[in-house]
């Protein structure tokens, strides 16, 4: 099953055995979130003629061709998350959770700092829901697991940085989220559970915007991708990249930087714009870009090249090959 939401419009895509259905599900989309492979589809307008008001959320039934739930807000949504059991609706100061039922229940109402990004991931687990958002102060993040609020553990906050928090995301079993602010030169990796900083990470030297992050299926790397169309891998061990004077007192903290263990420039110079790309996996060597504006998908693999010594060529034993792309 696969989400087509490039220049303001949707689609449903199925490939069974080689075929293939699509179904337009008219256009003016902003926000598309899909409940696992279900029939539920969450939707919200957005683009030059949004088929709904910003402020609208509707669940798409895709089965019944229909709504099936619609929910109205004071202000523009700008994210969206779903579970078997809940919604949660991301506004610029709330992050609200409600029950997903015929007529949901409004549960839970966390204010926030200014979140225009929409800075927010949800991990569901066996025996847990961990939802990350922005704390109401500055750099702060917000932990809750949504289906166990009766612990009073259940709910932590985090200074991770200096500036607003731009980007979160949580790993698949939830114990770990990663967080960029507006600065976008840092990458922190935090345990859920104790709020330990377990990992900090440099992306680069200047400003730039992280438009995504996502954990690999297993948890072991953590790819982000900025406005500046680089790709970074990062591998959460030993793997990844350290300045050379990283051992002299001296020096500042740049050179005692953990780098990604690989990047790779995925923009293109006949680009107008800087396009908007998203991240997902295929599995743990193999991710894919959805950009917004060109309309298409774009594969990479991961590939390791095995030296049988170690030298100054070890840092290019990983490497990110771009394998195909496809228009969406």
């Known amino acids: 099953m696969e ?6 419009s949707f689609g449903i895509k199925e490939t069974r055995d080689s075929s293939s259905t699509t179904r337009n599900v008219n256009s ?23 088929r709904s008001p910003l402020n609208k ?6 089965l019944k061709k229909k709504n099936s739930i619609v929910l109205e807000f004071n202000t523009p949504l700008l994210n969206i998350h779903l579970s078997r059991t809940h919604i949660v609706a991301l506004l610029k100061n709330n992050a609200l959770v409600y029950s997903f039922k015929s007529k949901p229940e409004l549960l839970f109402s966390f204010e926030t700092d200014d979140n225009e990004p929409g800075a927010s991931d949800l991990a569901i687990c066996e025996s847990s829901s961990i939802l990350v958002f922005p704390g109401r102060n500055n ?70 915007i992280i438009s995504d992050m996502k954990f690999a299926p297993s948890g072991t790397k953590l790819a982000v991708l900025s406005d500046k169309c ?14 050379l004077l990283k051992d002299l007192p001296l020096f ?16 293109n110079k006949s680009d ?26 774009e594969k990479y693999d991961i590939i390791s090249n095995e030296m049988d010594s170690v030298s100054s060529e070890e840092s290019r034993k990983w490497e990110i090959v771009k394998e195909g792309w496809r228009s969406v």
Request: with cysteine; hydrophobic share 35%; proline share 3%.
């Open 3 to 8: 989400r087509d939401f490039s220049k303001g």
């Open 252 to 267: 500042p903290n740049y050179f005692k930087s953990t780098w990604s263990v690989m990047s790779k420039n995925v923009g």
């Open 139 to 208: 750099g702060q993040i917000h932990i809750v697991d949504i289906i166990n609020t009766q612990d009073k553990k259940s709910v932590s906050l985090i200074k991770a940085h200096r500036n607003p928090v731009q980007c979160l995301a949580l790993s698949p079993r939830g114990n770990l989220v990663a967080s960029a602010s507006t600065k976008g030169t840092i990458i922190r990796i935090h345990d859920t559970k104790n709020c330990t900083l377990v990992y900090e990470f440099r992306r680069g030297v200047d400003p730039a």
């Open 57 to 62: 959320l509707c669940i798409w039934d895709d």
């Open 272 to 297: 107008l714009v800087n396009d908007i790309g998203t991240l997902g996996w295929v599995n743990d060597n193999v991710l894919v870009i959805v950009w917004k504006y060109k309309g298409i998908w």
């Open 28 to 50: 003016g989309i902003g926000i598309v979130k899909m409940l696992y492979k279900t029939n539920y589809v969450a939707l919200v307008g957005g683009g030059k003629k949004p």
């Open 230 to 243: 680089t790709l970074h891998i990062y591998h959460l061990g030993e793997e990844n990249k350290k300045h």
